[in-house]
């Protein structure tokens, strides 16, 4: 079974420009989470969607959004982009929604913001 | 628990010993718990669960331990291999109905051949 995919893999963009990126989950999974990497702040969750409906969200602004398709796959899109923003964009997913159940993560986008 | 700041721990060890990662988790509420690995220019790969219901769990050369009284997690890796030279963290999970993790700082493993 193939595991979750992110396209792009690299992305360059410049402060204020927006940027879209994208996810495609295990097949059958229905759940999928973003994450942004830091060196600074680790690994932080970023929001969750389930069933094309964002379910939780972690603390981040209003700037980072995202959705989710019929077919469960996902985009994350930031928008006016700051230096601050570059990271290393993670997407996982899991089968179901719920506390136990293992996520998988993707090989991440890594965003550069100049 | 949630990565504040950081300073990445480091531990290395000989091709062929044991390695033990530990990590304080935050939230006694927490009730899942995820060791990950991570290699340069990867995503975080899954390596063992463990439900706080139990206290140890054993996978394929690899043994987590779970503490609840004091808030502590272990990785345990026997007969560590080159191929084990990543960033280990840990996470947990504690919100009703949701599943997003909070991960640790992480601890990078370097292993000398």
């Known amino acids: 079974k193939a595991g979750v995919t992110q396209t792009p893999r690299y992305l360059i963009k410049t402060r204020g420009q927006q940027v879209t990126l994208s996810c495609s989950p295990i097949s059958g999974h229905r759940s999928v989470s973003w994450y942004q990497q830091t060196p600074g702040q680790g690994l932080q969750f970023l929001f969750e969607?389930?069933?094309?409906?964002?379910?939780n969200k972690g603390n981040f602004p209003g700037r980072f959004s995202g959705r989710q398709f019929s077919n469960s796959r996902s985009e994350m899109n930031v928008s006016t982009l700051e230096l601050g923003d570059s990271a290393l964009y993670l997407c996982a997913s899991s089968l179901r929604r719920g506390r136990e159940e293992t996520q998988y993560f993707g090989p991440g986008t890594r965003l550069l913001v100049l | 628990g949630e990565s504040v700041g950081l300073h990445l721990p480091t531990l290395s060890v000989q091709e062929g010993d044991n390695s033990i990662i530990n990590c304080a988790y935050s939230?006694?509420?927490?009730?899942?718990f995820i060791w990950y690995k991570q290699e340069s220019g990867k995503g975080p790969q899954f390596i063992i669960d463990i439900r706080s219901n139990m206290d140890k769990r054993q996978g394929q050369r690899v043994t987590v331990l779970l503490n609840k009284t004091v808030k502590h997690l272990s990785l345990q890796i026997a007969a560590t291999q080159p191929g084990d030279s990543a960033v280990y963290f840990c996470?947990?999970?504690?919100?009703?109905?949701?599943?997003?993790?909070?991960f640790g700082t992480g601890t990078r493993l370097t292993v000398i051949p």
């Open positions: 939230n006694s509420a927490s009730d899942y």
């Open positions: 996470a947990e999970s504690y919100q009703t109905g949701a599943n997003n993790l909070f």
């Open positions: 969607y389930f069933s094309e409906t964002q379910r």
